[in-house]
């Protein structure tokens, strides 16, 4: 298989199938899992998983190994964003991977047949942002909608397959779920009017304006892509998901409350609470156990 324009390629091999070549920035489909029966909006909405970055915030556990492989109770981290989308109904998924052990990433999901998903991958050079991520993804997505999971969000509750289908069906230019904390300033935060409507996002202040934040699942339209073009990048050099979503205020973005349990899993602190409210899940019945791999 070609090396993308950067000429670097690895390949990966689960059973008797070849799964991937990636150039920098470049991308190759894993072959058709078997998919499962998906929901009415299923063939129309795509699906993406962020799993790049440094992870500075967990280091030294992240000094050799990407986040997105580390345990959440009984699976990988990667397990819950991938466990969001196919609960939605959605069946093709593109896993935008960077960073440390990429290859380790592949042959963890390897095709994607034992979520029910077909996956493809692309990798992200650096950290530049949740927004350069997403426009990686333009030739994958087309013409469809799609949804956005940051590869280090954990969701437990209800699938959002009912969300996804509202939105697919909406008028709505974006869209993303809001849900209070009590350390707002660690993450994008929304800003209310009087009745209670999102008017703006700011990404990490010093002083939040409210203590909603948008977690990291982002409905979206093709269209975003044109707006990713013409983003600048943040101090930290990143494009911003806020600044993108900002786009679409006031009165294009769609933005309920998620009711479930959230948490991210981006530091040592959260990571365990992640862990502790997942173990939670599963004794209570709740949270299903990690799908079993192929055998061939």
């Known amino acids: 298989m070609p090396a993308g324009r950067f000429g670097l390629s690895f390949g990966q091999t689960v059973g008797k199938t070849q799964l991937l070549t990636l150039g920098a920035e470049g991308s190759h489909r894993a072959r058709p899992g078997t998919l499962t029966a998906s929901l009415p909006h299923g063939d129309r909405v795509k699906g993406l998983v962020l799993a790049g970055g440094t992870a500075t915030r967990l280091f030294p556990l992240t000094i050799v190994t990407n986040k997105h492989l580390l345990p959440i109770y009984d699976r990988p981290m990667i397990y819950y964003p991938i466990a969001t989308l196919a609960g939605m109904g959605i069946r093709e998924v593109m896993v935008i991977v960077g960073g440390k052990s990429v290859g380790d990433v592949v042959e963890l999901l390897a095709d994607g047949e034992h979520f029910g998903l077909d996956l493809t991958y692309r990798y992200q050079r650096g ?53 209070e904390v009590a350390d707002p300033e660690r993450f994008g935060v929304a800003e209310l009017d009087a009745a209670g409507h999102v008017v703006g996002f700011e990404e990490k202040p010093a002083e939040p304006k409210s203590n909603l934040i948008p977690i990291g699942v982002y409905f979206l339209r093709p269209s975003a892509f044109e707006v990713v073009d013409k983003l600048v990048p943040s101090g930290r050099g990143e494009l911003e998901i806020t600044d993108l979503l900002n786009h679409y205020l006031p009165g294009s973005l769609f933005a309920p409350r998620f009711d479930g349990i959230w948490t991210d899993a981006g530091t040592v602190t959260s990571l365990i609470r992640a862990a502790e409210l997942a173990e939670q899940e599963s004794r209570s019945g709740r949270l299903a156990g990690p799908p079993a791999r192929p055998t061939s």
């Open 127 to 179: 950290a530049l942002g949740i927004a350069h991520a997403i426009g990686l993804a333009r030739d994958f997505v087309g013409d469809e909608a799609f949804c956005c999971v940051l590869g280090d969000n954990v969701l437990l509750g209800p699938p959002l397959a009912d969300l996804a289908r509202e939105f697919e069906a909406g008028a709505w230019g974006a869209g993303t779920l809001l849900y």
